[in-house]
């Protein structure tokens, strides 16, 4: 098979994994169990653009303070000069994932050129004061024809408010052990 050098085997490799269902999350198994047969018969891969191009994607660490936050990023799928032209059917699953997370793709077909490629973009809406801390997952896939290939993606959060009340001070309200009694019982 043929690579431009701008892709290369590594991606297609990762792309035509099986994914283990129910053997972890992205972080445990990458991008899932090598499948030669499928890699061998890949007509097209998926991809992120950038600096580098890689078949999955990290939105690293994302820090708030309780507001709504956007991440996007732009993928691409590409034809390897062999597909002839295809229609791409996307689709977007979550592995992991929190009440006030949101993912969006700008779009759910797309149609790519034989040895050329098309974009889109996957935006994670995060509110901050319904996320918990913590790591989540998610794929996005691509179906041309045949062959699917898969891109996981992962975000990690950080600040959600904590659920432990403040400890009493200046600045915070006295708990109701310390309250003064207002019932007339106490006032005898």
């Known amino acids: 098979m043929w690579f431009p050098s701008i892709y290369g085997p590594k991606a297609v490799l990762m792309n035509t994994a099986r994914w283990m ?16 047969e499928k890699a061998a018969a890949a007509r097209a ?36 000069g062999q597909a002839g032209g295809s229609i791409c059917r996307l689709r977007l699953s979550w592995i992991r994932r929190a009440p006030g997370m949101f993912a969006r793709m700008s779009s759910r077909q797309l149609v790519v050129a034989q040895g050329s490629s098309a974009s889109f973009q996957l935006s994670l809406n995060i509110n901050g004061g319904k996320v918990p801390d913590g790591t989540y997952t998610g794929l996005i896939e ?21 659920s432990v009340p403040p400890p009493p001070g200046p600045s915070a ?3 109701s052990e310390e309250s003064p009694c207002t019932d007339a019982r106490c006032r005898r």
């Open 21 to 36: 269902q129910g053997q972890g999350e992205a972080a445990d198994q990458g991008t899932g169990r090598l499948d030669l």
């Open 45 to 80: 891969v998926l991809v992120t653009v950038g600096e580098t191009r890689a078949a999955s994607h990290s939105f690293g660490l994302l820090e708030h303070k309780g507001e709504k936050t956007t991440v996007s990023q732009e993928l691409q799928v590409a034809d390897l």
């Open 142 to 162: 691509a179906h041309m024809g045949r062959n699917r290939l898969r891109l996981p993606f992962a975000i990690t959060v950080k600040g959600a408010i904590p």
């Open 173 to 175: 309200p006295p708990s």
